[in-house]
T-cell receptor, first 109, second 113 residues
Framework: TQLLEQSPQFLSIQEGENLTVYCNSS?????LQWYRQEPGEGPVLLVT?????EVKKLKRLTFQFGDARKDSSLHITAAQPGDTGLYLC?????????FGKGTHLIIQP | DTAVSQTPKYLVTQMGNDKSIKCEQN?????MYWYKQDSKKFLKIMFS???????INETVPNRFSPKSPDKAHLNLHINSLELGDSAVYFC????????????FGPGTRLTVL
């Protein structure tokens, strides 16, 4: 069974600060995705990375896939209250998609 | 315009009852899924289904059964509901060759009393 560990589990910071969320595994994934979920809604896909070492930017969000395709990070620059939510990483492999347990992010104004 | 829709949004029922949750996607995707999200927000896959294959997570009780009348629909039937079944259930779909990218429905909050 492939497992994904996310850290930190909870993070509360002030508006304007930077932060990084990590997603780690001992397994290799063919692709890795990041989702954001807001209360009362389903997760929404933010990005997919498929190549080891790949870096993708989405406005203030930077996503990186590890060289060995076992880990990923999400970096948010100058966080805003609208970034508040549950961030989930998910790895794709032979068994389908495996989700991490999520990082609860709160950005305080 | 909704890509993946689920009904109902909320479902409150008594222990022992049988209930169904409906899911429809208009994205033309080949594969549909059911997930369970517990109170700690852990999202766990229950089933994945396309017109060729049903894959069942081995930890899912056989009281849960997916039923697909056609490619755009995957309903979830639950028999003999138990207190531990209380959770939010999400339907999702993905297209072939898109790295399993999931498009989720809005969720159904099931409360078993």
């Amino acid at each position: 069974t492939q497992l994904l560990e996310q850290s930190p589990q909870f993070l509360s910071i002030q508006e304007g600060e930077n932060l990084t969320v990590y997603c780690n595994s001992s397994s290799v994934f063919s692709s890795l995705q990041w989702y954001r979920q807001e209360p009362g809604e389903g997760p929404v896909l933010l990005v997919t990375v498929v190549t080891g070492g790949e870096v993708k930017k989405l406005k203030r969000l930077t996503f990186q896939f590890g060289d060995a395709r076992k880990d990923s990070s999400l970096h948010i620059t100058a966080a805003q209250p609208g970034d508040t939510g549950l961030y989930l990483c998910a790895g794709g492999g032979a068994d389908g998609l495996t989700f991490g347990k999520g990082t609860h992010l709160i950005i305080q104004p | 315009d909704t890509a993946v829709s689920q009904t109902p949004k909320y479902l409150v029922t008594q222990m022992g009852n049988d209930k169904s949750i409906k899911c429809e996607q208009n994205l033309g995707h080949d594969t549909m899924y059911w997930y369970k999200q517990d109170s700690k927000k852990f999202l766990k896959i229950m089933f994945s289904y396309n017109n060729k294959e049903l894959i069942i997570n081995e930890t899912v009780p056989n009281r849960f059964s997916p039923k697909s009348p056609d490619k755009a629909h995957l309903n979830l039937h639950i028999n003999s509901l138990e207190l531990g079944d209380s959770a939010v259930y999400f339907c999702a779909s993905s297209g072939w060759g898109h790295s399993f990218e999931q498009f989720f429905g809005p969720g159904t909050r099931l409360t078993v009393l």
